[in-house]
């Protein structure tokens, strides 16, 4: 391959993987427009095939993968991505915050009252109005063009200041403590820090992960290192850092690299907790007896069933264990939500045999997580429609113990549907003046009109049983892509055990309000946005706010490194920590090979010496 024609495809890989269009498109509208990505870029928006290719450079005699995910749970795929996971640049520029804001301040994207009939158990803000993002075009091409600018920026670790470096609020204050915010060395691996973090903000995977080092089984390949794992959330929890750099336990967990598309980042994700999942539900359980149930923390078991009017036979020999469903966005005649879609997936009804075939919860988890494939088309011109999720919803009409409940239920729904859509049929009838007068007499519009109302909300509260509100789960953390590659493109929002909602952009970790957690519009134009969400089971306010019995010798670890990083600190410093010096132990600090972002410049060789003991490498006795 000549220079010319291996510069034409690391652009032709650049702009696939970027616009989501394979390989042979990017190229014919890369040499169309005579090499300039930005103006391929805008033109694939706008929805050129590059049916008329330039000769600027001559045919590629070689093809190049694109650098996706056809199954990324095999060992081909893994390997595929690593071998092109170099191509993946951090965006961690000014320039790239610039564009991502200047994309999201110009988004025509709007929220309004839901067309679908309201349930209280959702208690969240409606965001069912589909969303013209035809005005977007101009606010995403300069995002893009400035994400291609920063392409071959190198991945700098970004210094703080001291004052900064430090975790807001404190153990030692009442309210709210800002998370600790992970960050790894790599960004094609930077999702899992994510995940990981918002699993440190889950109480019953807090309480689980304390226990690891009491039950260790050495037998089997282990996907994690359980004392560094352990150390990992001890941090998380107690540490008064704002930050933490790892260098070797995301590392060695070995999370599927990120190529810089929503659809591998998603499957990377799902993938990474299914590994994670398996080893510490594995462990945990190590030492229950076989005759007690397994300890279910991420796992839950399910199995199909078949039900015809009564009767109901569950097939007991498909009965498996999952952590992550898999729910497809967008594009579908079924409402754009996570329990419509979740209950159209695991409940087809066959109205010709009047069966239904049930994918039912037999054992549920304390933790499930949705992976979201959004299906929809985007482009000039193309309305979004958002996905909506509830704060807290019940699982209830999923389990096999309330399948016969459910099965009512779902027959009084079903009817009900049928009836609004009869009456709906007749408004139109009407409206055309199709009917005779004495329909008219009977099915004028206000009459409709209220019939309509009243079963929209008898249907709302169909499952609003007390028999089906047993099993609550609320929304703990939802993972957020923009739509372009870079570190800085993907964040999270975590909710803490006080119900203050936080953002994670790399390093950054700031409070916002419930709404923007549940109605983040961003990435939507670009066929991506939320991709990951994670709801925990129901905890009292003293179960989430109980404080996790860590192992001792970690714990104190933790505490002697924090009182050193608080000798550093100015008074305004110990203020923003929540710091008091009347002797009262200080509650923890850094750790592992994690390190702290800030730097060492502010003081003197003394206080220098005391940083460098804070950023001290994992040594466990």
């Not at 549907?417 to 009869?422: A, F, K, V």
Request: proline letters at 6%; a negative charge.
């Amino acid at each position: 391959m000549t220079p010319e024609q291996a510069k034409e495809e690391e652009a032709v890989v650049m702009l696939a993987g970027i616009m989501s269009v394979d390989n042979d498109q990017a190229r014919r509208v890369l040499r169309k427009y005579k090499g300039d990505v930005e103006k391929a870029a805008d033109a694939i928006l706008s929805g050129d095939q590059g049916d008329e290719p330039s000769s600027l450079w001559p045919p590629s005699t070689e093809s190049s993968q694109d650098p996706g995910y056809g199954n990324p749970f095999t060992d081909a795929t893994h390997a595929a991505a690593q071998s092109s996971s170099s191509n993946v640049i951090d965006l961690t520029g000014d320039d790239n915050d610039r564009a991502l804001k200047l994309s999201q301040a110009q988004s025509d994207i709007k929220f309004g009252p839901s067309e679908r009939a309201p349930d209280p158990a959702w208690q969240m803000v409606t965001s069912n109005t589909p969303v013209d993002t035809g005005n977007d075009d101009r606010a995403m091409n300069e995002a893009i063009q400035a994400s291609l600018a920063d392409f071959g920026s190198s991945e700098e670790l970004e210094i703080l200041p001291m004052e900064e470096s430090v975790r807001e609020g404190g153990r030692l204050t009442s309210g709210s403590q800002r998370p600790v915010a992970l960050r790894t060395d790599a960004v094609e691996i930077a999702y899992a820090a994510l995940i990981i973090q918002a699993f440190a903000q889950i109480p019953q995977i807090r309480r689980n992960i304390a226990t690891l080092l009491e039950r260790v089984d050495e037998t089997p390949p282990r996907f994690v290192r359980y004392p560094d794992v352990v150390e990992l959330f001890v941090n998380l929890d107690l540490a008064q850092l704002s930050a933490i750099l790892d260098k070797d336990v995301l590392p060695f967990m070995n999370p599927v690299p990120w190529d810089g598309t929503n659809a591998s980042l998603g499957y990377g994700s799902a993938d990474f907790i299914k590994r994670f999942a398996a080893d510490v539900d594995t462990q945990i359980n190590v030492e229950v007896p076989s005759n007690e149930p397994p300890i279910r923390l991420f796992q839950f078991s399910h199995a199909k069933a078949e039900s015809r009017g009564r009767s109901i036979k569950v097939h007991q020999n498909t009965e498996q264990t999952s952590c992550v469903v898999e729910i497809h966005t967008g594009d579908s005649a079924t409402p754009n939500d996570l329990i419509s879609r979740l209950s159209s997936s695991l409940h087809a009804y066959n109205e010709f045999t009047q069966t239904t075939t049930h994918d039912v919860i037999v054992h549920p988890s304390e933790v499930v997580a949705f992976h979201l494939r959004p299906m929809q088309s985007t482009g000039q011109g193309k309305t979004v429609e958002p996905f909506a999720f509830p704060r807290q919803f019940p699982l209830d009409r999923f389990i096999l113990d309330n399948l016969s409940l459910t099965e009512e239920k779902e027959a009084q729904e079903r009817k009900m549907r049928d009836e609004i859509n009869d009456l709906t049929k007749r408004r139109e009838l009407l409206t055309r003046g199709d009917v005779s007068p004495v329909s008219l007499a009977w099915y004028d519009h206000s009459t409709i009109d209220v019939a309509v109302e009243k079963l929209q909300a008898e249907l709302a509260a169909v499952y609003e049983v007390p028999e089906l509100q047993k099993h609550l789960y609320d929304l703990r953390a939802v993972f957020m892509h923009t739509g372009l590659p870079g570190r800085k493109q993907i964040y999270s929002y975590i909710r803490d055990g006080h119900g203050v909602w936080w953002k994670t952009v790399d390093h950054t970790v700031t409070e916002v309000p419930e709404e923007t957690a549940l109605t983040d519009p961003t990435g939507l134009h670009l066929g991506a946005g939320p991709y990951l969400l994670l709801y925990n089971r129901h905890l009292s306010e003293e179960e989430l706010l109980a404080p996790v019995a860590w192992p001792e010798s970690i714990a104190d670890s933790v505490e002697d490194h924090n009182k050193k990083l608080f000798a550093m600190l100015k008074p305004e410093g110990e203020e923003k920590a929540g710091v008091q010096k009347a002797g009262v132990p200080l509650a923890a600090a850094p750790t592992v090979s994690m390190s702290s972002l800030s730097s060492a410049a502010f003081g003197d060789r003394e206080a220098t010496q005391i940083l460098e003991d804070v950023e001290m490498q994992t040594q466990l006795d």
